[in-house]
């Protein structure tokens, strides 16, 4: 298992994307958008201990957007974050539209590097992040155990069985789960409050040395 930024423990950061909220040491949850109760309780504790950390931001000094799609870039940046990468001494990983000036930049090219994502032509940092992207980034960052057979009772999977495997890594974890009782909806773009809870999950069983829910 690789190291991850130390739970529950606020970090300096240094870079910090346009428009971008972070804290430089531990900070009171700032957001007003998410509530305390009810439905939101989780995402609340979510938010604000990523928040204190510096591993997430908001998109103003008092929101969070919770409900707003998430960027590939936004993304990335959360990621690498929570799994504590290097991201100043990287290796360019050659993207045309994410150049050594792009705000996020330094997060991409860690988790290019560490083969979390794919190297290509273009890494569309502005496009949305869609559910069975994040299911591979999460698998392959916190080095989950993949699923080998399915068991889900997705009428909806993709095409590609390999990107099934890592949804129902997810789904084995208890990190993610569908949008209905027979539906995952692998192309629905991420919320940021939802990309939020599945690293606090995810970061929350790492201090129990992860345990899978269902034994295949």
Known sequence: MKLHK???VATAVAVVPCDA????????????????????????????????????FGTTSTTFSPYQNLTRGEAAYFLAEA?????????????????ASHKYYGHIAALAEKGIIQKGTNYNPDHFMK????????TLGFDLQQATTLSAPFSDFTKNNETNMYIQTLLNYGITQGTSATTFSPYTDVRRGQMALFLYRTLQKSENNFYIINIE
Do not use: H
């Open 6 to 8: 130390a739970w529950a």
């Open 21 to 56: 909220v972070i804290p430089t040491e531990a900070a009171t949850m700032p957001f007003t958008d998410i509530k305390n109760s009810g439905s939101e309780a989780e995402l609340y504790n979510a938010v604000s201990e990523l928040y204190s950390q510096g591993i997430v």
């Open 83 to 99: 799994l504590n990468l290097e991201t100043k001494n990287v290796v360019n990983p050659g993207f045309n539209d994410v150049p």
């Open 131 to 138: 559910r069975s992207q994040m299911a591979k980034m999460l």
